[in-house]
């Protein structure tokens, strides 16, 4: 059975679109970012702003991919959409649409959970993993080990405690008094930095476990700041610094899980995961393991609605559907199985 499915994704501050065949593949996709509009609020989703610009700009985007992909909208067999987690409003308005668009075609629609979309989205790329595998999942709001078993079956082996990567990242570049978006500002600023000049804690390494905490390293960065001279040199510094200590916590805890579950397959997945200077660690720890790392390409790393309809398409292939009614969930942990 073929089937092409639209994908949208309105979780947050991206409203992602996209069209994945199960036979071709990916065949269509755009994302349109709402940056420049939350910068002006310090950063971080304004969620009233989120939901409005997602209603303005989602017809709009979806005209536009379907013309340049030469398709119509008779052409599609199915529709999937992030039902969360994410912004309430920002949701609503995917789910709105897809399930409205999906009455009029008279086709299936699927809710799909935001993260087995991240989990997945290398599935996108020419050579995917194999199942099982272990995923790093790291972004704004998630620092999660993952279990991947096959779709669908997942367990969860390491969470953050606290703040979550890409939020300590955030959160150490408004310190340093950086640009939105934080993180992309922050590493911009670390390959400028000199190193073993500062040296900040790789939290929870010096104990068994596979969970995170990056509250503590936020800290000992402000207190570093209070401390010393703020050039542009000693920030780009402790850029560097700051950013050494994360990827080490993570390529740490990530071996750690390759040793519990015997697996010698990585994903790594996220907005974080663009990270280059990860990206290097994680390959080198790879490497000395014998253990295969996979990741989406840079612009699926970030929101996307490409992996919404890659997992949706995979799910209504297996008969899954949505019944009429409309839910999304502001918070919703990741499904096990």
Avoid at 298 to 309: K, P, S, V, Y
Wanted: glycine share 10%; aromatic share 8%.
């Amino acid at each position: 059975m073929t089937m092409r499915v639209l994908g949208i994704e309105t979780s947050c501050d991206e409203t992602g679109l996209a069209i994945y065949d199960s036979q071709a593949g990916l065949i269509a996709h755009v994302t349109y970012s709402q940056t420049e509009i939350h910068a002006a609020f310090g950063g971080g989703g304004v969620p009233e702003l989120a939901s409005r610009d997602h209603i303005q700009k989602i017809t709009p985007l979806l005209t536009q991919m379907l013309q340049e992909a030469g398709l119509s909208l008779q052409d599609i067999d199915g529709i999937a959409y992030t039902k969360g987690p994410g912004l309430a409003g920002a949701l609503l308005v995917g789910a709105m649409f897809a399930r409205t668009l999906g009455y009029a075609l008279n086709v299936p629609t699927i809710g799909v959970h935001h993260l087995e979309g991240h989990l997945l989205a290398p599935f996108l790329e020419p050579h995917p993993p194999e199942f099982p595998f272990l995923a790093l999942l790291v972004s704004g709001g998630h620092t999660e080990l993952v279990r991947v078993e096959r779709l669908g079956h997942y367990e969860l082996i390491g969470d953050t405690l606290d703040d979550a990567a890409g939020e300590a990242f955030d959160k150490t570049a408004k310190l340093l008094g950086l640009g939105y978006p934080g993180g992309a500002a922050l590493a911009a600023l670390a390959e400028k930095g000199k190193p073993s000049r500062f040296h900040f804690p790789r939290p929870m390494t010096d104990r068994p476990g596979l969970d995170f905490s990056f509250s503590g390293l936020k800290t000992a960065v402000a207190q570093m700041i209070r401390r010393e001279a703020q050039d542009e040199q000693t920030k780009a510094d402790m850029a560097y610094a700051f950013q050494e200590a994360v990827v080490e916590t993570l390529v740490m805890k990530c071996e750690r899980a390759l040793q519990q579950t015997g697996y010698q397959s990585v994903v790594i997945a996220g907005g974080v995961g663009a990270n280059l200077a990860l990206r290097a660690a994680l390959k080198k720890m790879c490497d000395k393991r014998n253990a295969a790392l996979y990741f989406p390409r840079l612009e699926f790393c970030t929101d996307n609605g490409a992996m919404i309809a890659y997992v949706g398409c995979q799910r209504l292939l297996q008969g899954e559907h949505d019944d009429l009614s409309v839910t999304v969930h502001a918070r919703w942990a990741l499904p096990q199985n």
